[in-house]
């Protein structure tokens, strides 16, 4: 799943004056100065031509290898900027700067795995320590070795207490991928006071802003950003998030689609047809491919009756997870599932007139909240396997059979702040008349049977029906209510047409709006917001009451 925050990682950039890059055996500089000066100037075209003169002459000339290396690199001639660094350090293997460059060539091109050992080497022969520090904890983030960039902050940070960009990184690193949001806040805004204009540090602070729920302060920072660079990809999609939340669809769709170009979103380029942009689709085809996770492609699925309806033919690409459940559901689209080793399908002889992401299909269809339409569910459980679970149901005794999931998340989406620890959903659980049935996923059997064990009451948990999701959906088709945390299951049981209640944070998804008790993508779906953050008490007793009336209803019916 798309994660609701965004920080801009940036490792240190060398330039050529920022750092003392003197080789051991330079040759004079007044040979260089004109190079230099064209370099100073913005004129690389110019630099690379006096380079290449001067390399001529003095083939041997690291320093001259390291500036054409540089110049190569701005104008991303990947092969040709490496290929001077190599020089450089051949020729002088004694000397630091040669591979610190090729270290930051290797994060530019993608290669951050293979950029750490330049950067080693670089600290290894003396070079300044917190830019390389920084740059390798971008490298250790960016390969997904959190506690490795986080170490190289800190180090960067003993060195130099007052160097902006590691705060920055440290904070990025402590708020958005360790859940230190304390920490993690007042390292960003420590690099703020040092840096106040720097792009990359007050792209860090909207991303604090938006944690905290601050979304005006962060959406007026976002404009400032886009408005003095348009690139900013990180201020772009933190807009969008902000806006969706206010409910701005009109307003967030276009910014939103740049999460494609986020660093470490992998988005295929698929089949050579053209993006849809919302032109008709009668008699044309189209290819949706997923993106994200598994509860955001069941909601955006919500739009694909709508292109059906538009005279589309519709060949749809899902998580294997989803692919019964889809074929079930969409009678009149074609529904393949991804293979984790490829991207796309191996179909050599198919043509489609377009392609999408699914995650795009809202820019078109749902503008506006009057554009989310009424729904009683849009997938389609097996009836079978629904009748299955019914009868397992009834060999319970209460008269209420509620689904339960109180987990939800990794650490870099916010799982402390969007669970529930299972011992405080007790004064719920113990309801009389109620039988609670488990809908948690990862390996929830420890939780429930330290409950058991203690005495207490926990939920009755079936991996059978978690473990595939097809038969999850027919065991949701078969409960009386779904009660969860921000999962894919409130995703599941909306679309499924369930009765949903979800227990959301005081700063929830954007899914699921900044207020109200509803939800524009599932009309079953009923919101209960945290009052306070970090603290589920009010939240599970309003549950209690409810779920206890709901109870009550029931049984004056039967």
Not at 334 to 346: F, I, T
Not at 427 to 433: C, D, E, I
Request: negative net charge; hydrophobic residues 40%.
């Amino acid at each position: 799943m798309l994660r609701r925050l965004y920080g801009c990682f940036r490792g240190d950039r060398p330039t050529e004056h920022s750092a003392p890059v003197e080789p051991p055996h330079a040759i004079d500089d007044a040979l260089l100065e004109p190079a230099m000066t064209a370099i100073r100037q913005g004129r690389s075209d110019d630099a690379i031509v006096l380079l290449e003169a001067l390399l001529e002459a003095h083939p041997g000339c690291a320093k001259a290898h390291l500036l054409a290396g540089t110049c190569r690199h701005e104008q991303k001639q990947i092969e040709d900027a490496r290929d001077h660094y190599l020089l450089a350090a051949t020729l002088e293997p004694a000397w630091w700067a040669p591979h610190f460059h090729l270290g930051v060539l290797d994060c530019d091109s993608g290669r951050h795995a293979e950029s750490t050992t330049p950067f080693l080497r670089a600290l290894e022969l003396g070079a300044p320590q917190p830019r390389v520090h920084d740059a390798l904890g971008a490298a250790y983030l960016n390969i997904g070795s959190v506690a490795e960039a986080m170490e190289q902050f800190r180090k960067a940070l003993a060195v130099a207490p007052d160097f902006a960009q590691a705060h920055s990184n440290l904070g990025l690193v402590l708020l958005g991928h360790l859940e230190r949001y304390d920490e993690g806040t007042r390292h960003i805004e420590r690099a703020v006071a040092l840096a106040p204009a720097d792009p990359a540090v007050l792209c860090n602070w909207v991303m604090a802003l938006h944690h905290w729920g601050r979304w005006d302060e962060a959406l007026v920072l976002a404009d400032a950003l886009l408005a003095r660079d348009p690139t900013l990809v990180e201020a772009r999609i933190n807009r969008a998030l902000a806006l969706l939340g206010k409910g701005d669809f009109s307003g967030a769709w276009d910014d939103y689609e740049a999460r494609k170009l986020l660093p470490g979103n992998a988005y295929a380029t698929g089949p050579t047809c053209p993006e849809w942009q919302g032109q008709p689709l009668d008699g044309h085809s189209i290819f949706v491919y997923p993106e994200q996770g598994l509860g955001d492609e069941i909601m955006f699925a919500s739009c694909l009756p709508q292109l059906v309806a538009s005279g589309a033919r519709c060949t749809v690409e899902c998580h294997p997870k989803l692919e019964k459940l889809f074929r079930r559901s969409f009678r009149e689209v074609e529904v393949v599932a991804a293979d984790p080793s490829r991207r796309w399908p191996q179909r050599p002889q198919r043509v489609w007139d377009f392609k999408v992401s699914i995650g795009s299909l809202p820019r078109f269809l749902r503008r506006t909240r009057a554009e989310f339409p009424e729904h009683s569910g849009y997938l389609r459980a097996d009836p079978a396997r629904v009748a299955h679970w019914k009868a397992k149901l009834s060999e319970l005794p209460g008269r209420l059979k509620v689904g339960v999931s109180w987990r939800g998340g990794l650490a870099s989406t916010r799982r402390g702040l969007r669970s529930i620890p299972l011992e405080l959903w007790l004064p719920v659980m113990t309801l009389p008349g109620i039988e609670f049935v488990s809908l948690q996923y990862s390996d929830p059997e420890c939780e429930i049977e330290a409950l058991r064990r203690s005495g207490r009451r926990g939920p009755q948990h079936w991996s059978a029906a978690i473990d595939d999701y097809d038969e999850t959906a027919a065991l949701i088709g078969a409960l009386d209510l779904v009660i969860s945390v921000q999962t894919a299951v409130v995703h599941l049981a909306g679309a499924l047409g369930k009765e949903v209640w979800a227990l959301i944070p005081t700063v929830p998804e954007w899914r699921y709006g900044g207020e109200g008790t509803s939800m524009a993508w599932y009309p079953d779906a009923r919101l209960f917001r945290q009052s306070e953050r970090g603290v589920w008490t009010d939240v599970l007793e309003k549950v209690r009451g409810d779920l206890q009336e709901s109870a009550r209803r029931r049984a004056q019916v039967t």
